[in-house]
């Protein structure tokens, strides 16, 4: 049933969300006070003296001064009951006695069929693995040490060089046509039609109960431009910010063994997974989500993150333990040597040393607590107060009020504080502005221009002409696939609202937050076509730093050839910049 009961008709939520007291909802976990238009509380998200939380019941959003954290009421729901973004509308529509909607039949039998295709295609990729079209991927597979039990067992396959041959073999299995064009699968290229996937090693992602949902493709040789992976992207089937890959395999171990591996790459966890560590799951595609997290506490409360020995793996592994945290894990965690991932780690050094490894992994606060004193040595009195400060944001997200205490006096052992000003000292540090800086910085300013358009588009103060945004479209790095569903929702002139914009955003829980940020400012965003001329103008500048990075790096070697290239380029950009300029001011 899981997977199915994701795909909830629009009108469902709507009903849902318009039957929901928001109110009243948000008292049972906090007191609210009226004030102006909508109302302020204490937050439920994060400890706090003066009130912060806000929301504003007219357009059913909540945000939180303090934390930054904010969204419609599904989110809400679904932070405060562990749920995911779909269950948070199920549990809402009993609470309100709403009759949760059956599949049509024609829903239902296009949802199999969309499974079926996906399996069709899975099974597709198989063939051409073991035929002559895939001896270099096989070559590839061998080189890389996987073995046979282990490429059958998880699936792997091979999608051809030829451009269409996928789309050839589903049409001939009697695959109705529009339906294989909504699955995701192929692309309309100047009036035929196209595999997305081509000169591929072809990696399945499985739903929890092991049907095949997307796929995730590798380039094989290296001399290949193209990008390193490429996922499959969201269908009524697959929701990626939910999806862990290698679940189905690995809850039974997780079970078995009580705690769960998690690692970045699906070459981690089929390397793990042959080693027999078969406890092993990875957030591939994506950085890790909070609904991830919620999925995986299902099945155990214990978690060792083995990411990246890279500085990249590091960064990652740091915002892990605070989503972690914030389902109530149990965090360990393993720091790999800086070249190494879990994949090469296992095949070089072996079971044996990554076991040891693994059993003796660090607390999450202990690994924190050791980065700490290389860095802030408490011979200087002062930085036991940094020490705090630096923590305050992994201790915040710890529920369980005993187990913050015991962090606290674990914390407090290490700098000479009692627990309970070092508890006091966290409450108000998320009180102060510096932490809101905090978690408002973690987002890419080029990220949030893009959303700020969003914004823009749905709030509904401006009239918008999808031609004058068209224009603007290649320099939406971030979210160019929304942006195309946006407009073709604007030609087929639908009215959008602030309500269907969370909807369009409903795996990024990122960019929830800044809407109600946006949605709580006094000041209204600017004009539609300033804001796309700023898009324009931060995109190339930002084009023309890097570019100025990689003169650098020519003229210290030396390449004069590659120095004028680069020169050019830069003038180049800066015409275009300057041409737009006087379009505008002609
Ligand atoms: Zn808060």
Redesign the pocket.
Known sequence: MGNISRYLPRDFIEKVKSSTDFVSLVSEYTNLKKAGKGYVGL????H?KTP??NINPELGLYH??????GGDIFKFVAEKENLTYYEAVIYLARKNGIPIPTLSPKESSEIELLYQIYEFSAAFFRRQLVSDVGREARNYIIERGIRKDTIDMFQLGYAPQEGNSLFKSAVKEGFPKDLLLSSGLFKEKNGQVVDLFWDRLMFPIFSATGRVLAFGGRVISPNDTRPKYLNSPETKIFHKSETLYGLNFAKQYIRETGRALLVEGYMDALSLYEAGFKNVVASSGTALTPSQARQLRRYTENIIIVYDGDRAGFTASIRAIKILLEANFLVKLVRLPPESDPDSFVRKDGKEAFLALLNSAPDWFDYLVSILKKKYSLVEPANSILWVNKLAPFFSSIKDPIMLGAYASALGSHIHIQPDEIIQRIKSA?DTRVEIQNTKSEIDPSKKRELRIFYSIFCGTECVAPSEIEKYKEFFLHYPGILERVLEEIKEGRNLTLDQLYQFFVDEPDAQSVFSQFSFSSLPPPPLSEQLRELREFVIMDNIKKKRDSLRVASAKGDEGEQIRIMEEINKLYRMLISETQINTA
Do not use: A, L, N
């Open positions: 937050c439920p998200f994060h706090e912060s939380f939180c001064f303090g934390c930054g954290k998320r």
